[in-house]
């Protein structure tokens, strides 16, 4: 089980930026250097969707909603993943989830993230 702390979540104007942040801060090193880490989000009632994912390697996927828009990135030395969002729109609001696989496993407990018109 790796235990996730997300951050950064809160209230934006369309068009504006915000940066989450999630910390592996209880997982040993070498084995968050294997994990693949991923941003999932969900709006109540619905399920929860992908949103971006990083391998071990650096390599990136997009769900084509935010793709162009948002970027995934990694620092193993802070065991820590991030989701930098550019030109919010309103359908981007939803709970935000961290997520790690492979030889660990775990959801974080998600941050509101609120684009306003």
């Known amino acids: 089980q790796v235990y996730l702390e997300e951050s950064g979540g809160g209230l934006v104007q369309a068009g504006g930026s915000l940066r989450l942040s999630c910390r592996a801060s209880r997982t040993i090193l070498s084995v968050f250097w294997g994990l693949e880490m991923g941003w999932y989000r969900q709006v109540a009632g619905n399920q929860?969707?992908?949103?971006?994912?990083?391998?071990?390697?650096?390599?990136?996927k997009y769900s084509d909603s935010v793709k162009g828009r948002f970027t995934i990135s990694r620092d193993t030395n802070r065991r820590a993943v991030y989701l930098q969002m550019n030109s919010l729109k309103p359908e981007d609001t939803a709970v935000y989830y961290c997520?790690?696989?492979?030889?660990?496993?775990?959801w974080g407990q998600g941050t509101q993230v609120t684009v306003s018109t």
């Open positions: 929860r969707e992908l949103v971006a994912t990083i391998t071990h390697e650096g390599t990136t």
């Open positions: 997520n790690a696989r492979g030889q660990g496993q775990g």
